[in-house]
């Protein structure tokens, strides 16, 4: 498969925030199929305790937190961009701190708290050969990290015992799927529960949970019954463009008929005809189309409804309607 070219800089850092959203979609939708499962999700949480492993954390009922760190590269297949012992080590100027070390720290400190469920890096990045042959599964075996990694470690983890520790409580799913791939797959997940149009708005809602704060309101917690709103069944359905009108009807009232005719046709040509559901405007407007002379002026018909209780962000979005 030919590696996907993002642009520079900017493409690179739009891919990047989708594929982080994409990972929390798959808890999400884990969240939403089993409500019982967490008591709340939250995206980039501000919790100085998840600092560094905060890109998708989930408290389980029990008290204990499942933590999630994303890291995406544009092209996994680039020697540069594999998942190698020097890309974790590797510090920055004389108080910079490795991808390990930063990781180490909320991961020990909940590990110690016991509210440690689970800590993971979730990389589109492909290991290497000397990474490969430390893992099994998706764990580290410490006693088999090269000696010159392991030391390096423990110099900058503190001791063995913490990085043996770390180790212990932190996975590495690695070689995770391309961002179009993975797009893909949660679209089947969660395509009988709603339409490209739904999907369309939930993922919008993803992104404002991720990048405004105390989003959702009021603590930027995900709880279950925002996901409940997100995919629920009652979102309004398509309704069929060919509104079949009775050869019987005729019109409520003739001199309304007349009116509303007459402001069509005098006005800008935007009228609006309102009223209580099930009074029959849709009726109404089906038949008055099929008095419009397609010579003279064109009609585009489209019949959609919002459901009065729907308070949700994505009721009035172009996709839904």
């Known amino acids: 498969m030919a590696p996907i070219r993002y642009k520079p800089r900017a493409g690179v850092l739009r891919a990047a925030f989708q594929y982080q959203d994409l990972v ?29 492993i905060d890109d998708v954390v ?47 720290v909320p991961t020990l400190h909940h590990r110690s708290q016991g509210t440690l469920a689970s800590a993971v890096l979730k990389t589109d990045r492909i290991p290497d050969a000397a990474f490969a ?17 392991r030391a390096t470690i423990e110099r ?33 997940q969660i395509s009988s529960d709603t339409d490209r149009g739904g999907w369309a708005v939930f993922c919008d809602q993803v992104r404002k949970w991720s990048t405004q704060q105390d989003q ?29 009108v009775p050869s019987t009807y005729q019109v409520p009232d003739a001199d309304f008929d007349t009116a509303f005719q007459h402001n069509l046709v005098s006005s800008d040509g935007i009228v609006v005809l309102w009223g209580p559901p099930g009074r029959g405007k849709s009726t109404y407007l089906s038949q008055l189309v099929s008095k419009i002379d397609p010579k003279t002026a ?12 729907d308070t949700s962000n994505g009721r009035f979005h172009y996709n839904s309607i």
């Not at 092209?75 to 990781?103: E, F, I, M, Y």
């Not at 900058?156 to 391309?178: C, K, M, T, V």
């Open 133 to 149: 042959d430390t893992l099994v599964c998706d764990r580290v075996q410490y006693h088999l990290i090269p000696a010159p990694d």
């Open 298 to 309: 064109s009609c585009a018909r489209h019949h959609y409804f919002i459901i009065l209780d």
């Open 216 to 244: 959702p309101p009021p603590d930027g917690r995900i709880r279950y019954i925002h996901l409940h709103q997100a995919f629920s069944v009652d979102r309004p359905k398509p309704l069929p463009q060919g509104f079949r």
């Open 156 to 188: 900058q983890l503190g001791s063995e015992q913490d990085a043996r520790s770390f180790f212990d409580n932190f996975s590495f799913q690695h070689s995770q799927q391309r961002l179009e791939d993975l797009e893909d797959t949660l679209w089947s």
């Open 58 to 104: 989930a408290r389980r009922p029990d008290g204990t937190y499942e933590l999630t760190q994303v890291k995406f590269t544009v092209d996994p297949h680039a020697r540069r961009n594999r998942l190698t012992w020097t890309w974790l080590t590797s510090t920055s100027g004389v108080r910079g701190r490795s991808l390990l070390q930063k990781w180490a």
């Open 24 to 52: 929390a979609i798959e808890t999400l939708i884990r969240f939403y199929r089993s409500r019982r499962l967490y008591s709340w999700v939250q995206l980039d949480a501000d919790d100085t305790s998840f600092q560094s």
